[in-house]
């Protein structure tokens, strides 16, 4: 059974760089085809789709996120990472990784539990 | 703000049929498939369906959705306390490159 969990920092201060990773078990990041995942959620902004990596290392992210964030996997330890740079207060939020199925889709058949982070001075 | 729209709230007691709208555009729900998640209270989204009309396995089939042009409909049959939840739509955008989620709709059983 496919399971994912996230881990971090739970409080960041503005300015800072937030890093998530994660942990996948029941499945391999770098085998098939599956879109690794990352997605917010703001009590304000609903649920917000962050972007992925595939496992040959392809990337897509939101467009409105693009110029702060990097996703990348690591193989060895079969996860992969959220880097989101110089947070504010808006970046508050329950951070989910998820797997998606299929290219350009949003079938996204397993989710982490989701992680609270805090962003405050 | 979200481009796929829902109604904030539904509800309806036990037994009755309650429907939940999506609106979209051409550049998603006009050119892409349709997903629908239910949100029970202090847990991660769980995918409800899938590819406008399907349902994964253990879905209960009181869950049916459909879609037709750039809009989309989640109905919940029988309607269950178990059903309180919030439920959220989405979809790939072609414009944006990336996945659109509804506002969310949270179903209340009276």
């Known amino acids: 059974q496919v399971q994912l969990q996230e881990s971090g920092p739970g409080l960041m201060k503005p300015s800072e760089t937030l890093s998530l990773t994660c942990t996948v078990s029941?499945?391999?990041?770098?085998?098939?085809?599956?879109?690794w995942t990352w997605i917010r959620q703001t009590p304000g902004k609903g649920l917000e789709w962050i972007g992925y990596i595939q496992n040959i290392g392809s990337t897509g992210y939101n467009p409105s996120l693009k110029s702060r964030v990097t996703i990348s996997v690591d193989t060895s330890k079969n996860q992969f990472s959220l880097r989101l740079k110089s947070v504010t207060a808006a970046d508050t939020a329950v951070y989910y990784c998820?797997?998606?199925?299929?290219?350009?889709?949003?079938?996204?058949?397993?989710w982490g539990r989701g992680m609270l982070v805090t962003v405050s001075s | 703000q979200s481009v796929l729209t829902q109604p904030p709230s539904a509800s309806g007691t036990p037994g009755q049929v309650v429907t939940i709208s999506c609106f979209g555009s051409t550049s998603n729900i006009g050119s892409n498939y349709v997903y629908w998640y239910q949100q029970l209270p202090g847990t991660a989204p769980k995918l409800l369906i899938y590819r406008n009309n399907r349902r994964p396995s253990g879905v209960p089939d009181r869950f049916s959705a459909s879609k037709s042009g750039t809009s989309a409909s989640l109905a919940i049959r029988g309607l269950r306390s178990e059903d309180e939840a919030d439920y959220f739509c989405a979809a790939w955008d072609d414009n944006l490159s990336g996945l659109l989620f509804g506002g969310g709709t949270k179903v209340a059983v009276l």
């Open positions: 029941g499945d391999s990041v770098s085998s098939g085809s599956y879109y």
């Open positions: 998820a797997r998606d199925l299929i290219y350009r889709s949003g079938w996204l058949e397993h």
